[in-house]
Nanobody, 120 residues
Framework: ENQLTESGGGSVQAGGSLRLSCTASGSTFDDSDMGWYRQAPGNECELVSTIRADGTTDYADSVKGRFTISQDNAKKTMYLQMNSLKPEDAADYYC??????????????WGQGTQVTVSS
């Protein structure tokens, strides 16, 4: 079973940057569409960014132009570079596969996550 571990969260001031990492314990991401999700208190779990198996990427409108998703298959690690952070970006961030068969709410429910705090 391939387990994913998120890291890199922390506390920053608005305008600051963080880089999140997601490391796979087993196989690489080669043939999977992968994504970063987040959930803030009182909010639903949302898909923030996707990187497909072919390398193409997508972003939620709220983070477009500020966040960059990437992956290093040799290191079995996926990244989310977050720049120009805003207080509304504060949330627990999770990595998981992206699939129409996957319930998004369960990603945030079962994942370990890494916490991002942004102060104004």
């Amino acid at each position: 079973e391939n387990q994913l571990t998120e890291s890199g969260g922390g506390s920053v001031q608005a305008g600051g940057s963080l880089r999140l990492s997601c490391t796979a314990s087993g196989s690489t991401f080669d043939d999977s569409d992968m994504g970063w999700y987040r959930q803030a208190p009182g909010n639903e779990c949302e898909l923030v960014s996707t990187i497909r198996a072919d390398g193409t990427t997508d972003y939620a409108d709220s983070v477009k132009g500020r966040f960059t998703i990437s992956q290093d298959n040799a290191k079995k690690t996926m990244y989310l570079q977050m720049n120009s952070l805003k207080p509304e970006d504060a949330a627990d961030y999770y990595c998981a596969a992206v699939s129409p068969r996957l319930r998004i709410d369960l990603v945030c429910y079962w994942g370990q996550g890494t916490q991002v705090t942004v102060s104004s």
